[in-house]
Structures are given as structure tokens and as C-alpha cells.
């Protein structure tokens, strides 16, 4: 559960993704190192101004991976992906589609898999290609194995397993397995494969007999063992590999494995190689301890630079070397940790030497709260990973590389918070200082990173959910273009989904070039038709499946691309509710009637089983209509929490129905259903984090959430297990459950279907809803307007209210049915030229539904004199857009106040 770290920028007035520049002052104060410098200082240099935003361009060309943890770029940009469960994905640069082309036998339990993929250095002429996974079977180990990949075609026949790391599969968790190449050399990362569930608030140093499995002196701090290792080999011709001088323990293994480069990791689980300098980079996702550290618990997670070969501290060290007490798991006390000089694995589960290398420290480190040290990278769960360093002379001639700006600035990644800084580092590699790239792009959690050959970046997104194929999973493309600028595709359309024959309008209006000189042409790509036009229409003729491919150039030779999906043969459900009453005000005991009807082309004869309804009131609800979509009809209760739920990090561990990294959502609800206290305790554990009750994995603390919403939180989750009887269809209601409970609440009537599907296009959902609320509104809570706000104070008698209301000035109020409303009463002050009051519909030049005057006047007091007037409605009966405009010709100061609007009904109790 994690607010964005951007989200906060935004909030205190730091909107980079708009500005597009990050050498704003108090940016740079926000950004700035924790030993005094800025983002845009290094050595006390000044540096090159940061990009323009609007020179970077994206483009998704792969969605709807299952769970891709690595990717490929072959020299003609076509693209490998690894699956975790076992899929080799190829995307086809040339004709934009995505095959599978491959498929291992693996072994996916405990976070196991198909891991990793990378292309030969010399693919163009070899045809090499590398996979690491955990081999499906009975024996318990993974392979480093060569393919030949030709035209789209991987040969079996031509595996060569290079090497083969025995594992254990008893216990979860840490396999890492991520592949890259430096000048020649194979670096191979290896998670600690080691029980991470049984730890005690500790680290995994279990010492007792038999308990091997759950003691990382058995396998990270072991130099006799792979696991919890980098490793640097040279691949040979002939499907074998050798050892490469400067590794850590001589070649001769007589101190330890000679593949290692790097040891004492604990989850390595994206590594780089700096092309000029050598440092290998890596993010090593960290433990869940319960032991105190300089930034709250010490289970921080690592981004780290190896200079040289080395042993990097677990289980005994994290962060800046901060020490690990030593734990017996026998007597249940703690000892003196060990010496970062000097550290002994004295454990009998060793099998490697017992003197270790001195430790080295992280590069950078933060925990589950905020960091002093790094306070951009926020808070909340985390999964570090390392990304490329930048050189811009390596892409002479490529036409997308990056700018000098970012010349050798490590990237720096973040799957749970989905967020990519550059690191700014001086001429030794020591940390200067981070800041946010590419913010507005919003990649959802993002697991690879790289940069091709013509300078584009590459993003691989995991997507929302755990061990889930995800429809926001897939491949991300990043241009960056100096003087010409490329143009940015964007399609319009109606429906996509329908039955056949199917007619489609789309228009490409919405596409721009940051270059207002530039004259664009269009072309859309269908199958093998292709059209021209800034607007075209097609008629699907068949069911099925189809991209739309729009390309938007201009005469520089730039290009942007845009896909749209069409499916035919389904036609969505229509779900209308009747009703003729007003559809969105309640009062005192007013009727409401409704009917729900619904129709489907295909499915022909509706089963009522299949239509969810739901009718209820809700305390603290009048903002609710933008959270009911995709709520299901029975449990609205709760959809504004769903809303607040979504809005944290909570997705990333747990889902409605199946467990994930944390249990579901539904098992937690059944299992506290008869729980009186359970509200109070969820609600607690959210705040303040903790694990134990399903397993070891910890929830992360949320302190800054208030209570009240963590109850809400915590309730909407006891809901789900609830079950009611179906809400009628239709049904003849008396509004009363609101009276007496103040202004925030609101009715709110929904309901949904789902088909069955047809043609091959899957089943399709349709939702309605009704929110009735208060009819007093709050004026200052429009939602557009150029009129000026008086927040309360003791000055204004604690009343907020609209001011600077000027000759011409507005407000507009979405959506509001004016059905059976005779006048809408106005609290207004008599300070000012005074004017007139207008209601329109739709536009500020809309129809004119009434009017009314207001005298001017002025108070020596801005606590008193506040005065109700009529404004009389005519006509305006459906739900519109509403504008009160305001108008004085003949002054230019400020005519009035106005606190609030109530809308009064015709109805008479």
C-alpha cells in the first residue's frame, strides 16, 4: 500500500511532468543530495539543462504479457521476452505482432521460472541467444543454456546447457536469474534460494541441524555455493564457458566457486554493467526484519556498485554496513553481530571458507518508511532494480539517443513503486544525487530496462498484479529526438466492440507535433489494407481480433505510432435504469422509482442470475460517482473504498479472488466474518505494517493513513465475504435512511451484466449507476470555474464561500438533472457592485434556464449579513452540465458572495 512519491511532487507545486525540465530552484532543493549538492551539481560544476519533456515519445508495442521478467533486443529490434512460466515471446518489429515461439518445461513454483534471457553480443552472426530457468522435473536445479534463434524459430536441438545450479524447491524464496554481457563476459545473477519465511524478525542464519535450507551461511555467504551470487563467466564456442581473470576466488576453486564475481546477495534481481567504467550495478531486493537500523527497520532495500569483485554483507550486513545482531534460533537471544572487516561464517552449514572478504556497503539504501538520505525514492513496499549507465558518444549515429544531459547517469528502477530516477555520479562513481525521469509515464511496474542500439529505451512492465497476466503488462519503446521533434500518434474512435458487420470511424485530430510547423500525413494499417487521412472509416466484415495501426509523419522523416484493438462479434450488453424521478438529488421522504432493463444481441433471452444489482445508502458518499466504475451491483457499500484501497500500494500483494504474494482478499474477509474485533485489528495492521498471520511476508506500514480510512479499508474487506438477497428490478422506494445524518451521504442504485460471450470475442460487461445526493451544494466544490475561494476561518465566520466574483466570471457543475427542481436558493452576501445570476445548461453560452438579482452592498463584517434568494429554473429537465454565470457590465469589481445552492424539488411530502 504506497502513495506516489510523484503524487507528492504534484502536491507541493512540483509538476515535473508538465514543466518537462528539472532545474527548476526549489526542485533542485527537493532533489538534492544528502551531503548539500543538487541535481544539477556535481563537483560544483554546473551541468547541461535537463530535456524538454515533450522531446520524449512512447509508444506501447507489446500488452497482456503473462508475467515477462526479461527481455531481448535483437540487432533488427526485434524483441525476445521470457515468461515465467516458461513462454518465449517474440515480437516482430517489422509487422508489429507478438508470437510465442517457444515453450520450457520449468519448474514455476516459489517464484521460480523461466528468469531470464539476453542475446549473444554477436547474435547478428551467431544466432546465440541464453536462457536461465529453473528445469521442470524432479531434480532440483537451473540452467544457463545457448539457443539458436533463427527467423523466429528457436532450436531445441541446439541447447547447450553452460551451467547447471543446484537449488532447493522446499521453501520460498529468491531466484533472481537476470543475464547480461560485458565485453564479451556473461554476468548471471542468482538469488539466495534460501527459507525466508521462518526468520523471526531476523535474518535466515538458522545454525540448527537440519535446518541448511533456512541459513544463508549455507548458500549467500557461502563461497562453495551459486546461490546468492553474481556470476562473470566467458562463454566459448563450443557451448562451454571459462573463467575470466579478476573473478573473486582463484580459478583453481580452491577458496570458493571461481564463476563468482560477487557474493553475500540476497535477491539480486537486476544487474548492469557500466560500458566504460566495468562497476557492475545490481538492485538487491532486502529482507523483513524486526531489527532497529538508521532508516527504522533494517530491511532496506540495496541499489549496489561493485568497483571490483567482493562480498556485499548478507546475511550479516545491510545498507552502509549497519550490522545484523547475531541470532540463535535454539535459545531464542541475540549475540554481537559480525565485523564488516572482518566477517567469519562460522555456521556448520558452510561449506566454503570460513574467512570472508571484508564487506562493502551499499551504493544506495532505503526501507519501508521515508529516507532522509534518498527522500525521492518515498515509501512503502519496494523492489529495487539497477538499469543502464548512459554514455551518448557510444550512439554516434543513433537517432534517438539520449541527450548529454544524462551522459554517464546510472538508471535506477523500482517495481513496487513504480518509479525510474537518474543517478548523477562523479568521476570517481561516488553519489551525487537522483531525480525523477520520465514521471508522466507511469510505467506499471517496471522489470527491465534497456537501451537499443539507435538509443531508444526499452521498458519491460510486469504489470498490477502477482504470478497474474496482466492487460497493463507489455513492452515500452522511448524516443528521444533532438531538432526535429517526431510527431505523437493519437486515435479517437467510437465503440470498439461490436457484431459484424461492424462500421468504425477513426480519426487521428488528437495527434500533435511539438513542431507547430510541421505538416503531418497519416496512414492506418488493417490486416494488409492500408488507408490515408487525417479521418477514415472501415467495415469489419468478420469476427475477430484486429489492430489498428496509425502512423503520423511529417516531412523530416519523423514518425509516431499509435495501435487501437477492435473486437468483433460480441456486442456489449445495454443495462439502462428508468426512472422519473430526478436522477440526482434526494430529499425527505421523497418517492424514487426504477426499472432495470437490459438487452443483449447475442445472448439473446437475459438470466436474471446474471444481472448484479445494488441499492444503498452511504454515509460519506457524495463523491462517489467516479468510483462506482466496476463495482458490482450487491456490494456498492464499500465503492468509495474500493477507490481509496486501489489509490495505495495494496494490489501489489493481494487480489480479490487468488492468493498472491499475500493472501486474497475474500480469504482474509471469510476468515474474520465471525470476528467482532476484526475491524479494529485490520484497521490497526494496516497502519502500522506486520506479518505472522498468513505467512512471512510483511505488510508494509502505512502511518500517515487516518484511522477512519483504515477502518473503511478494513470493512470493505469484511464485506466481501457477506452475502444479501438480490436487489428487485424494479421497485417503488421511499427516501428516509438519509434524515438526520447530515449532508455527505448519498443513495447510490447500480447495476451490471455480464454476457456469455460469442464469436470468439469474449464475455463483455455493461454497468449503470444512479447517485442521489444531498441537494445543497457547496459552491466552492465546482468543478471548473474562474471565480476565487475563501477558505473558513474565524474571519469569515468559518463558512468558505465563492469570491472575486467579477462581470463574466463562472462556475460549472457537472452533470445535474433538473427534473422536477422548481428553483435552486442561493446563500448569498450583499458585498460588492452587486449583478445578475444566470443558469445555463451545457455552456457558459448555453440555454438560459433562469436568473436573478442580486443588490450591491457592502459589510464592515464578513461574519454577518448572509441572505437566501430564489433563483426560478424553467425547463433543463436531463442530466447536463450546468453553468452559474455572473455578469455586471457596467462595473469591473467584484459584485457579490455566495456560499451555497440548494436545489428545491416540486415535491411536496
Same mark, same amino acid.
Given at each position: 500500500?504506497?502513495?506516489?512519491?510523484?503524487?507528492?511532487?504534484?502536491?507541493?507545486?512540483?509538476?515535473?511532468?508538465?514543466?518537462?525540465?528539472?532545474?527548476?530552484?526549489?526542485?533542485?532543493?527537493?532533489?538534492?543530495?544528502?551531503?548539500?549538492?543538487?541535481?544539477?551539481?556535481?563537483?560544483?560544476?554546473?551541468?547541461?539543462?535537463?530535456?524538454?519533456?515533450?522531446?520524449?515519445?512512447?509508444?506501447?508495442?507489446?500488452?497482456?504479457?503473462?508475467?515477462?521478467?526479461?527481455?531481448?533486443?535483437?540487432?533488427?529490434?526485434?524483441?525476445?521476452?521470457?515468461? #515465467?512460466?516458461?513462454?518465449?515471446?517474440?515480437?516482430?518489429?517489422?509487422?508489429?505482432?507478438?508470437?510465442?515461439?517457444?515453450?520450457?518445461?520449468?519448474?514455476?513454483?516459489?517464484?521460480?521460472?523461466?528468469?531470464?534471457?539476453?542475446?549473444?553480443?554477436?547474435?547478428?552472426?551467431?544466432?546465440?541467444?541464453?536462457?536461465?530457468?529453473?528445469?521442470?522435473?524432479?531434480?532440483?536445479?537451473?540452467?544457463?543454456?545457448?539457443?539458436?534463434?533463427?527467423?523466429?524459430?528457436?532450436?531445441?536441438?541446439?541447447? *547447450?546447457?553452460?551451467?547447471?545450479?543446484?537449488?532447493?524447491?522446499?521453501?520460498?524464496?529468491?531466484?533472481?536469474?537476470?543475464?547480461?554481457?560485458?565485453?564479451?563476459?556473461?554476468?548471471?545473477?542468482?538469488?539466495?534460494?534460501?527459507?525466508?519465511?521462518?526468520?523471526?524478525?531476523?535474518?535466515?542464519?538458522?545454525?540448527?541441524?537440519?535446518?541448511?535450507?533456512?541459513?544463508?551461511?549455507?548458500?549467500?555467504?557461502?563461497?562453495?555455493?551459486?546461490?546468492?551470487?553474481?556470476?562473470?563467466?566467458?562463454?566459448?564456442?563450443?557451448?562451454?564457458?571459462?573463467?575470466?581473470?579478476?573473478?573473486?576466488?582463484?580459478?583453481?576453486?580452491?577458496?570458493?566457486?571461481?564463476?563468482?564475481?560477487?557474493?553475500?546477495?540476497?535477491?539480486?534481481?537486476?544487474?548492469?554493467?557500466?560500458?566504460?567504467?566495468?562497476?557492475?550495478?545490481?538492485?538487491?531486493?532486502?529482507?523483513?526484519?524486526?531489527?532497529?537500523?538508521?532508516?527504522?527497520?533494517?530491511?532496506?532495500?540495496?541499489?549496489?556498485?561493485?568497483?571490483?569483485?567482493?562480498?556485499?554483507?548478507?546475511?550479516?550486513?545491510?545498507?552502509?554496513?549497519?550490522?545484523?545482531?547475531?541470532?540463535?534460533?535454539?535459545?531464542?537471544?541475540?549475540?554481537?553481530?559480525?565485523?564488516?572487516?572482518?566477517?567469519?561464517?562460522?555456521?556448520?552449514?558452510?561449506?566454503?571458507? #570460513?574467512?570472508?572478504?571484508?564487506?562493502?556497503?551499499?551504493?544506495?539504501?532505503?526501507?519501508?518508511?521515508?529516507?532522509?538520505?534518498?527522500?525521492?525514492?518515498?515509501?512503502?513496499?519496494?523492489?529495487?532494480?539497477?538499469?543502464?549507465?548512459?554514455?551518448?558518444?557510444?550512439?554516434?549515429?543513433?537517432?534517438?539517443?539520449?541527450?548529454?544531459?544524462?551522459?554517464?547517469?546510472?538508471?535506477?528502477?523500482?517495481?513496487?513503486?513504480?518509479?525510474?530516477?537518474?543517478?548523477?555520479?562523479?568521476?570517481?562513481?561516488?553519489?551525487?544525487?537522483?531525480?525523477?525521469?520520465?514521471?508522466?509515464?507511469?510505467?506499471?511496474?517496471?522489470?527491465?530496462?534497456?537501451?537499443?542500439?539507435?538509443?531508444?529505451?526499452?521498458?519491460?512492465?510486469?504489470?498490477?498484479?502477482?504470478?497474474?497476466?496482466?492487460?497493463?503488462?507489455?513492452?515500452?519503446?522511448?524516443?528521444?529526438?533532438?531538432?526535429?521533434?517526431?510527431?505523437?500518434?493519437?486515435?479517437?474512435?467510437?465503440?470498439?466492440?461490436?457484431?459484424?458487420?461492424?462500421?468504425?470511424?477513426?480519426?487521428?485530430?488528437?495527434?500533435?507535433?511539438?513542431?507547430?510547423?510541421?505538416?503531418?500525413?497519416?496512414?492506418?494499417?488493417?490486416?494488409?489494407?492500408?488507408?490515408?487521412?487525417?479521418?477514415?472509416?472501415?467495415?469489419?466484415?468478420?469476427?475477430?481480433?484486429?489492430?489498428?495501426?496509425?502512423?503520423?509523419?511529417?516531412?523530416?522523416?519523423?514518425?509516431?505510432?499509435?495501435?487501437?484493438?477492435?473486437?468483433?462479434?460480441?456486442?456489449?450488453?445495454?443495462?439502462?435504469?428508468?426512472?422519473?424521478?430526478?436522477?440526482?438529488?434526494?430529499?425527505?421522504?421523497?418517492?424514487?422509482?426504477?426499472?432495470?432493463?437490459?438487452?443483449?444481441?447475442?445472448?439473446?433471452?437475459?438470466?436474471?442470475? #446474471?444481472?448484479?444489482?445494488?441499492?444503498?445508502?452511504?454515509?460519506?458518499?457524495?463523491?462517489?460517482?467516479?468510483?462506482?466504475?466496476? $463495482?458490482?451491483?450487491?456490494?456498492? #457499500?464499500?465503492?468509495?473504498?474500493?477507490?481509496?484501497?486501489?489509490?495505495?500500494?495494496?494490489?501489489?500483494?493481494?487480489?480479490?479472488?487468488?492468493?498472491?504474494?499475500?493472501?486474497?482478499?475474500?480469504?482474509?474477509?471469510?476468515?474474520?466474518?465471525?470476528?467482532?474485533?476484526?475491524?479494529?485489528?485490520?484497521?490497526?495492521?494496516?497502519?502500522? $505494517?506486520?506479518?505472522?498471520?498468513?505467512?512471512?511476508?510483511?505488510?508494509?506500514?502505512?502511518?500517515?493513513?487516518?484511522?477512519?480510512?483504515?477502518?473503511?479499508?478494513?470493512?470493505?474487506?469484511?464485506?466481501?465475504?457477506?452475502?444479501?438477497?438480490?436487489?428487485?428490478?424494479?421497485?417503488?422506494?421511499?427516501?428516509?435512511?438519509?434524515?438526520? *445524518?447530515?449532508?455527505?451521504?448519498?443513495?447510490?442504485?447500480?447495476?451490471?451484466?455480464?454476457?456469455?460471450?460469442?464469436?470468439?470475442?469474449?464475455?463483455?460487461?455493461?454497468?449503470?449507476?444512479?447517485?442521489?445526493?444531498?441537494?445543497?451544494?457547496?459552491?466552492?466544490?465546482?468543478?471548473?470555474?474562474?471565480?476565487?475561494?475563501?477558505?473558513?476561518?474565524?474571519?469569515?465566520?468559518?463558512?468558505?464561500?465563492?469570491?472575486?466574483?467579477?462581470?463574466?466570471?463562472?462556475?460549472?457543475?457537472?452533470?445535474?438533472?433538473?427534473?422536477?427542481?422548481?428553483?435552486?436558493?442561493?446563500?448569498?452576501?450583499?458585498?460588492?457592485?452587486?449583478?445578475?445570476?444566470?443558469?445555463?445548461?451545457?455552456?457558459?453560452?448555453?440555454?438560459?434556464?433562469?436568473?436573478?438579482?442580486?443588490?450591491?452592498?457592502?459589510?464592515?463584517?464578513?461574519?454577518?449579513?448572509?441572505?437566501?434568494?430564489?433563483?426560478?429554473?424553467?425547463?433543463?429537465?436531463?442530466?447536463?452540465?450546468?453553468?452559474?454565470?455572473?455578469?455586471?457590465?457596467?462595473?469591473?469589481?467584484?459584485?457579490?458572495?455566495?456560499?451555497?445552492?440548494?436545489?428545491?424539488?416540486?415535491?411536496?411530502?
Amino acid at each position: 500500500m504506497f502513495r506516489s512519491t510523484f503524487g507528492l511532487l504534484v502536491a507541493a507545486g512540483l509538476c515535473v511532468a508538465s514543466v518537462g525540465r528539472y532545474d527548476r530552484p526549489l526542485f533542485r532543493e527537493v532533489v538534492g543530495n544528502p551531503d548539500g549538492g543538487g541535481a544539477v551539481r556535481a563537483g560544483g560544476a554546473v551541468q547541461l539543462e535537463g530535456p524538454d519533456s515533450s522531446r520524449f515519445t512512447y509508444t506501447k508495442l507489446v500488452s497482456g504479457l503473462d508475467e515477462p521478467m526479461g527481455m531481448a533486443i535483437l540487432p533488427n529490434f526485434d524483441v525476445v521476452v521470457a515468461e #515465467r512460466k516458461g513462454a518465449v515471446r517474440y515480437f516482430n518489429n517489422a509487422t508489429k505482432e507478438v508470437s510465442t515461439i517457444a515453450q520450457f518445461n520449468v519448474f514455476s513454483g516459489i517464484e521460480d521460472g523461466l528468469l531470464g534471457v539476453a542475446a549473444d553480443p554477436d547474435f547478428k552472426n551467431n544466432n546465440w541467444i541464453y536462457f536461465y530457468y529453473g528445469v521442470g522435473g524432479e531434480k532440483s536445479v537451473s540452467h544457463l543454456a545457448r539457443f539458436e534463434l533463427k527467423g523466429q524459430k528457436l532450436n531445441q536441438q541446439s541447447k *547447450k546447457v553452460l551451467l547447471e545450479v543446484p537449488t532447493q524447491r522446499q521453501y520460498c524464496c529468491h531466484s533472481a536469474g537476470h543475464i547480461t554481457f560485458s565485453d564479451g563476459l556473461l554476468y548471471l545473477s542468482i538469488g539466495d534460494n534460501t527459507n525466508a519465511e521462518e526468520i523471526e524478525g531476523h535474518t535466515p542464519i538458522d545454525e540448527r541441524p537440519g535446518r541448511e535450507l533456512s541459513d544463508d551461511q549455507a548458500a549467500t555467504a557461502n563461497s562453495n555455493d551459486y546461490r546468492g551470487k553474481i556470476l562473470r563467466i566467458k562463454p566459448e564456442a563450443d557451448g562451454t564457458y571459462s573463467i575470466p581473470d579478476g573473478n573473486l576466488f582463484p580459478k583453481d576453486g580452491s577458496q570458493g566457486k571461481p564463476e563468482i564475481y560477487a557474493m553475500g546477495v540476497r535477491n539480486p534481481f537486476r544487474i548492469s554493467v557500466d560500458p566504460k567504467t566495468k562497476f557492475l550495478y545490481w538492485g538487491d531486493v532486502g529482507p523483513d526484519t524486526e531489527v532497529p537500523g538508521s532508516e527504522g527497520k533494517m530491511s532496506y532495500d540495496e541499489i549496489n556498485q561493485a568497483r571490483k569483485p567482493g562480498f556485499f554483507g548478507y546475511p550479516y550486513f545491510l545498507g552502509d554496513n549497519e550490522v545484523f545482531p547475531d541470532y540463535d534460533f535454539a535459545t531464542k537471544k541475540e549475540g554481537p553481530g559480525k565485523d564488516p572487516q572482518k566477517p567469519v561464517n562460522d555456521s556448520p552449514h558452510n561449506t566454503g571458507i #570460513r574467512d570472508l572478504p571484508p564487506a562493502q556497503p551499499a551504493f544506495i539504501w532505503y526501507g519501508k518508511g521515508p529516507s532522509k538520505k534518498y527522500p525521492l525514492v518515498g515509501k512503502g513496499g519496494a523492489s529495487a532494480m539497477a538499469g543502464p549507465v548512459y554514455y551518448s558518444d557510444l550512439y554516434p549515429n543513433a537517432p534517438y539517443k539520449l541527450p548529454e544531459y544524462y551522459n554517464g547517469k546510472l538508471f535506477i528502477f523500482e517495481w513496487i513503486r513504480k518509479w525510474i530516477m537518474a543517478v548523477t555520479m562523479d568521476a570517481n562513481g561516488d553519489y551525487v544525487a537522483m531525480e525523477p525521469f520520465l514521471p508522466q509515464l507511469k510505467v506499471v511496474a517496471p522489470i527491465d530496462m534497456q537501451i537499443a542500439r539507435d538509443g531508444a529505451i526499452y521498458l519491460l512492465a510486469y504489470g498490477t498484479n502477482w504470478f497474474a497476466r496482466n492487460t497493463d503488462s507489455g513492452i515500452i519503446r522511448v524516443e528521444y529526438t533532438e531538432g526535429n521533434r517526431n510527431p505523437i500518434a493519437a486515435v479517437s474512435t467510437g465503440k470498439t466492440i461490436g457484431a459484424a458487420p461492424f462500421k468504425a470511424t477513426l480519426s487521428a485530430k488528437g495527434s500533435k507535433d511539438y513542431d507547430a510547423a510541421d505538416k503531418l500525413t497519416y496512414e492506418w494499417k488493417i490486416g494488409t489494407k492500408k488507408l490515408a487521412g487525417e479521418e477514415i472509416t472501415h467495415t469489419f466484415t468478420k469476427p475477430g481480433t484486429y489492430n489498428v495501426v496509425l502512423t503520423v509523419s511529417d516531412q523530416h522523416g519523423g514518425k509516431g505510432t499509435a495501435t487501437t484493438e477492435f473486437k468483433i462479434g460480441n456486442t456489449p450488453p445495454d443495462v439502462k435504469i428508468e426512472t422519473t424521478a430526478n436522477r440526482s438529488f434526494y430529499w425527505d421522504n421523497a418517492p424514487f422509482n426504477y426499472t432495470i432493463k437490459v438487452t443483449d444481441k447475442e445472448d439473446g433471452k437475459i438470466q436474471r442470475s #446474471r444481472i448484479h444489482a445494488g441499492f444503498t445508502y452511504l454515509a460519506f458518499g457524495k463523491d462517489l460517482a467516479g468510483a462506482l466504475s466496476g $463495482g458490482e451491483g450487491e456490494n456498492i #457499500r464499500y465503492a468509495a473504498t474500493a477507490k481509496l484501497y486501489a489509490s495505495l500500494d495494496c494490489k501489489a500483494c493481494h487480489t480479490m479472488e487468488t492468493k498472491s504474494i499475500g493472501p486474497a482478499l475474500k480469504e482474509i474477509s471469510k476468515k474474520y466474518a465471525s470476528d467482532t474485533g476484526a475491524e479494529r485489528m485490520l484497521a490497526r495492521k494496516i497502519i502500522t $505494517g506486520g506479518s505472522g498471520n498468513w505467512g512471512s511476508y510483511p505488510m508494509p506500514p502505512h502511518a500517515d493513513l487516518p484511522e477512519k480510512d483504515a477502518r473503511e479499508i478494513a470493512g470493505y474487506i469484511l464485506s466481501l465475504s457477506k452475502t444479501t438477497g438480490p436487489t428487485p428490478l424494479s421497485a417503488q422506494l421511499k427516501l428516509t435512511e438519509h434524515i438526520g *445524518k447530515g449532508t455527505e451521504g448519498a443513495y447510490v442504485l447500480q447495476a451490471s451484466y455480464t454476457d456469455n460471450g460469442a464469436n470468439g470475442i469474449g464475455p463483455q460487461k455493461t454497468a449503470s449507476h444512479i447517485v442521489l445526493r444531498n441537494p445543497l451544494i457547496q459552491m466552492e466544490d465546482y468543478q471548473e470555474g474562474n471565480v476565487g475561494v475563501v477558505i473558513a476561518t474565524q474571519h469569515t465566520g468559518y463558512v468558505s464561500y465563492i469570491a472575486n466574483i467579477t462581470n463574466g466570471k463562472y462556475t460549472r457543475f457537472n452533470q445535474i438533472d433538473l427534473s422536477h427542481i422548481k428553483n435552486i436558493r442561493l446563500r448569498i452576501q450583499e458585498h460588492g457592485a452587486g449583478g445578475t445570476i444566470e443558469l445555463r445548461q451545457g455552456s457558459r453560452d448555453g440555454q438560459l434556464l433562469g436568473k436573478t438579482e442580486v443588490p450591491g452592498g457592502r459589510l464592515e463584517d464578513l461574519k454577518t449579513g448572509w441572505k437566501e434568494i430564489l433563483l426560478p429554473v424553467n425547463g433543463g429537465a436531463g442530466v447536463h452540465d450546468l453553468f452559474l454565470v455572473f455578469k455586471n457590465e457596467k462595473f469591473k469589481s467584484p459584485m457579490f458572495h455566495i456560499d451555497w445552492m440548494y436545489f428545491e424539488s416540486d415535491f411536496n411530502p
